[in-house]
């Protein structure tokens, strides 16, 4: 009974906070700067590419394992001797996670940029479905190429806290719920800075943003850069907790289409509504998936995950037509007070005449 | 150059272009981009796998029920969920993900159709191919050449004839191109726009099925192979431009021919390609966009 309670506990923490990451990643692309970015899975792919691709690499050099393609021939020897190395080394192997989430999230900044750069210009239909496109292709392209992540039969990731033995899963699950809590953070204070209100300013009219001297595409950018940003560290959370980096993991319904799903719920804009639902939803899900046998014997059978996807088509479906402001509607963001805002600018002056 | 190749991929890029130029009618007609198109061609390419495992006979001639029943999915879709959205003016990325949502329900009802005749009547349905039974028509310099070879081509052909003739011969057609141009101007002549979105919608269904029914002949298949393809249809019809269904059936034909035979081509230099053969049509895609970010179609609009 224990067990099975903190089975349902690791599960349903695990997926709270890789798809909140994930939705208000998403929320800051779709809710406030109006890119339709179906192509959510490209960056977090790219995430787990930097932890089992590049990371697994440096690890297996410390090691004294080889990095080309016998890494991902005998992976599952390599890996033997990278953990038994780390368990020894409990600064490198922190010092190689906290590396490991770094890179994940510079790529995927990167991958953010390079996937947007030449499709900014596009409108909405044809926008949405190139970044799609481009998703579908690096996925395909990685699920085939084996000399990165092991293609077709992916490769494994070094257990980088294995040296807590017992307390690993829970400080991994520390780990994830922190990452989640400092993302809500960052959408929150990118909802309320300048870049925020400039995002939504385009998002509400492009035309008068642009009047207002804003450089509209440069906007447009930060907000993919800082979305991929946030995905990849999701993808990299996904990787580093279930130990392997593999291509068809990453699939477009639920590292794309659920976000979506999530951040209509919520109510597209507002980081609080979207959070709401991600939690209400993830643990609908993590009770289905664990209960699938249970659920599907009172069912004639029929596999509950087939409901899963009805249950969200419908959401999709329902919000749209009868509660499109989501759960939460989005509220006006405030500024700073007005008499906050003149200190500080007397503070500023202050400092500038006396320097 | 094989014949084999050759016939193989004339008629993998008919089937394509079926399904793109649904895709585009619905475009331009009623400003949805169609995501639920996945599950409608998974739904043709079950439909007729089950009426043909059920009945017998010849598999083409379940072409014609699945693809109206699919044809009716799609009068379903426009009347209990696109006609409010489409009134109340709602945004192209909202009619997008709202027919995302209806693409899942068709998705998870495909699947438990599925499982109960897996469980009920102990069918191989997970995976489909009967391919192996499409009847062999002739050989042809030692190319064998399948029914399907014939069948799909001549459908593509047979749809444009049929599109052209009826949306610039009939009058009902020229009230649909009518409300495509101006729904507003359309209204106010006496069309009635909404039971031509209705037809647009069941006309979409029914090319969309077909596009699927044929697959059935062509491919091995399972309940994502609607997923699977999306992709490729969503290229066929962004690189024939959205706006005209012609447009939408020469992109579907071009990036079919493009997947098979530059595939084919580059096999000679580059070894191991085919598992990649996906990418060549998404980079077309992307090319196009940069190049003519309004597709194809832009270069021959006749305005």
Known sequence: ?355 | MSIVMLLSAITYASILAIGCASITLLYTSTRVFNFAHASMVSWGFYLTFIFYNLFGGSPYTYMVPASIIVGLFGVLTYLLVLRKLIRSKASEITLMMVTLGVDFVFFGFLNILIDYFWYNYKWSIKTVNIVPRDPLLGVISGAPITAVNVVAPLTAIAILMALHVFLSRTSLGMAMRASIENPVLAAITGINVDKIYVLAWFIGGVLAGLSGSLLTMYTQGYSAIGLDYAVLYFAGSIVGGLYSILGGLLGGVLVGFSERLLTYYLSFYISGIYAFRFAIPLAMLIATLIIYPKGLAGLVERR
């Open chain 1, 1 to 355: 009974m224990m067990e099975q309670a903190l089975f349902i506990l690791i599960n349903v923490v695990f997926n709270v906070s890789i798809w909140l990451i994930l939705s208000l990643s998403l929320n800051i692309e779709v809710g406030f700067a109006n890119i339709p970015q179906f192509g959510r899975l490209a960056a977090a792919l790219v995430g787990s590419l930097a932890v089992g691709g590049i990371i697994g690499r440096v690890a297996a050099l410390l090691a004294g394992q080889p990095i080309d393609e016998r890494f991902v021939e005998n992976n599952a020897y390599a890996i033997m001797v990278i953990n038994s190395y780390l368990s020894q080394h409990p600064l490198i192997s922190v010092l190689l996670l906290v590396l490991a989430l770094v890179t994940s999230v510079l790529l995927g900044a990167l991958i953010g940029v390079a996937t947007i750069l030449p499709a900014v210009r596009l409108s909405e239909a044809y926008l949405g479905i190139t970044l799609l496109s481009i998703a579908e292709v690096l996925r395909t392209f990685l699920y085939n190429y084996d000399p990165i992540i092991g293609g077709t039969r992916g490769v494994s990731v070094p257990a980088f806290l294995q040296f807590l033995n017992d307390y690993s899963t829970p400080v991994t699950l520390a780990l994830m719920v922190l990452m989640a809590i400092t993302s809500f953070a960052v959408a929150e204070a990118i909802s309320r800075s300048p870049l925020g209100r400039a995002m939504r300013a385009i998002r509400d009219s492009e035309v008068a943003a642009e009047v207002y001297g804003r450089d509209v595409m440069k906007i447009k950018i930060y907000a993919v850069m800082i979305g991929s940003a946030m995905a990849a560290l999701a993808g990299a959370l996904y990787t580093i907790f279930t130990g392997s980096s593999y291509a068809n993991d990453y699939s477009r319904f639920t590292w794309t289409f659920l976000p979506w799903a999530y951040i209509m719920l919520g109510g597209v804009g507002n980081n609080v509504g979207v959070s709401l639902a991600v939690i209400v939803m993830s643990v609908l899900r993590s009770f289905i998936q664990i209960y699938k046998h249970e659920l599907a014997s009172h069912l004639f059978n029929i596999d509950p995950s087939w409901l899963e996807y009805i249950i969200i088509g419908l959401i999709i479906i329902l919000i749209t037509l009868f509660r499109p402001q989501g759960m939460l509607p989005e509220k006006p963001v405030f500024t700073l007070p007005r008499r906050r805002i003149e200190e500080i600018r007397k503070r500023v002056l202050e400092e500038k005449e006396s320097s």
